[in-house]
């Protein structure tokens, strides 16, 4: 078995508290649950707009000052809204769960596989 | 062909299949192919001097398996993938060849293991060039450098790609599997349209001088053959190489004695490859009788290719039938390279006010020679010679090719020269 993410871009920012996000929580929702049954779900979470978003960077190794940038890293186009942990027996598995996340056919999904950390 | 010729036909025959096996084996096609390598290169050295053995493919399956556990030995991250290839594995001593062959599986799973090195390197999760770049390498066994000339990219790019195919296969795990049945159509249209590509830059390659590329032209055809033998029920399998084999029987006439390029309307038909258009007539009508009455884009092109190898001159081709076949592939495939080609046959058809009427409802060809050079045609057909002139112009400035160039150039010399 393999774990991705899949990482779930739209094209503008995601207010998930409000409509018409809120209209397709029930979708995710649905995703998820059957997700979960099936053991495939690892984990997943919604993201507040990238305006929420502090970007960080020390400066001059570790130890340096801390500086922060209100907003986020890239600015771009697409917007990263929220992310499914998916774990499979390889990436034609993957895919098929991907594409029945919503924002498949809101946005876009990137599938990435997780690179194991060795200690 | 002399023994060295016999020697790497062979290697180029077997190691695919080694490689198949090999691969599902250990569960790593990266590792196969390096192992495969290696073995080739023991063979190169060992088979002149031993002769070729009775099963060549046994001999190299068992060296290349080794090399395959020496190489997983090596790398102690893949510790996992090694316990899989022991269990599978041979304790065989390296003089012990001949038992080792002898102990190997029978090879009925041959064909799934084939199939499944091909639907792996062509698998829609890789780009175009790397399911290119690797079927050339995995399935035809083409070197490095080879593709990389074959493609006019440095030989770096090259090497890059396909290593970065290699290990997207393994860190993504790409299955090394048969698609499942609902699958299987768009999966099969992957794995032809990449041997179409390998055949349609063999037969008019970007850049560059030769105006055909002999070696990858046979190399598509031979990737064909493979998948023609491999899924003999598949009716786009056998139209392809039906395709192929029409098509390259026309190569030689395609350029005269000082190397430059000849349309098929002034080709010498005598130069044809008789052979090849038997051979391919041959396959299509065994296409037509699988495909249960719809023709797949592929059988008609084959339908085309084979209308155009059987008619005795330009003047007395069938281009009625042809322009239907062409309103057939249109109907299925919304392409206007398709909408180009009938229009030249309309022209043939019904004359070129006819033709340069269709050409001009055509969207989406504002940059391509041919595209201007055709409607040159018309126009200077109807006498309208300067407007010919103006519109080879453009053909010659957007001709992708220095010999598309040279050949336009000439034509425009000739209509420059009617102007007065």
């Known amino acids: ?119 | 062909m002399d023994a060295t010729d016999t020697l790497v036909e062979v290697l180029k025959g077997e190691g695919p299949r080694v490689l198949a096996t090999l691969a599902r084996t250990i569960g790593d096609l990266a590792v196969a192919e390096d192992a495969l390598s290696e073995a080739t290169i023991t063979a190169l050295d060992a088979w002149p001097k031993t002769g070729i053995p009775d099963n060549p493919r046994a001999w190299l399956a068992v060296v290349a398996r080794r090399k395959a556990l020496d190489l997983l030995r090596r790398e102690s991250a893949r510790a996992a993938k090694e316990t899989a290839a022991f269990r599978w594995g041979t304790g065989a001593a390296p003089d012990q060849i001949e038992e080792a062959i002898e102990a190997m599986e029978p090879e009925t799973s041959l064909r799934d293991d084939m199939l499944r090195l091909i639907f792996t390197c062509c698998h829609p999760a890789l780009s175009r060039e790397a399911q290119v770049a690797l079927s050339l390498r995995t399935l035809a066994r083409l070197e490095v450098p080879a593709i990389a000339r074959a493609f006019l990219v440095p030989e770096a790019t090259m090497a890059k790609r396909l290593v970065r195919a290699r290990a997207k296969i393994t860190t993504a795990r790409i299955p090394y599997a048969i698609p499942s049945d609902t699958e299987l159509p768009g999966r099969l249209a992957a794995v032809l349209a990449v041997v179409y590509l390998i055949a349609t830059e063999a037969h008019a390659p970007t850049g560059g001088d030769a105006v055909a590329r002999v070696d990858l032209e046979a190399e598509a055809i031979r990737l064909a053959r493979l998948l023609a033998d491999l899924m003999p029920d598949e009716p786009e399998a056998l139209s392809l190489l039906a395709l192929l084999l029409l098509t390259s029987a026309r190569t030689s006439a395609r350029t005269d004695a000082d190397g430059n390029p000849v349309t098929l309307a002034d080709q010498d038909r005598t130069r044809w490859n008789r052979a090849a258009i038997a051979e391919g007539s041959a396959w299509l009508s065994e296409a037509v009788a699988r495909s249960g009455g719809v023709a797949g884009p592929y059988q008609i092109q084959a339908h085309l290719a084979a209308a155009h190898s059987t008619a005795p001159s330009w003047q007395e081709t069938d281009w009625d039938r042809i322009v239907g076949l062409y309103d057939l592939l249109g109907s299925i495939t919304a392409n206007p390279v398709v909408a180009l080609n009938r229009a030249v046959a309309v022209t043939e058809r019904d004359g070129p006010a006819a033709g340069l009427a269709a050409l001009k409802t055509i969207v989406g060809l504002e940059y391509s020679h041919l595209w201007h050079a055709a409607l040159a045609d018309n126009l200077r057909r109807l006498g309208h010679t300067s407007e010919a002139a103006g519109e080879l112009h453009s053909a010659v400035t957007l001709a992708p090719s220095e010999v598309e160039q040279r050949l336009l150039q000439s034509r425009l010399r000739t209509v420059r020269s009617e102007l007065g």
């Open chain 1, 1 to 119: 078995m393999a774990l991705y993410v899949a990482l779930c871009y739209y094209d503008r920012d995601q207010y998930w508290d409000s409509p018409p996000e809120m209209e397709f929580s029930p979708e995710y929702m649905e995703f998820a649950r059957r997700a979960t049954e099936a053991g495939v779900m690892r984990g997943g979470e919604a993201l507040h707009p990238v305006t929420m978003s502090t970007t960080i960077t020390v400066s001059g190794g570790k130890g340096g000052d801390v500086l922060l940038v209100d907003g986020p890293y890239a600015e771009a186009k697409e917007v990263l809204g929220g992310y499914f942990l998916l774990e499979a027996a390889d990436l034609d598995e993957a895919i098929a769960w991907a594409a029945q996340i919503p924002a498949a056919w809101r946005g876009k999904i990137e599938l990435r596989p997780i690179a194991p950390v060795h200690a």
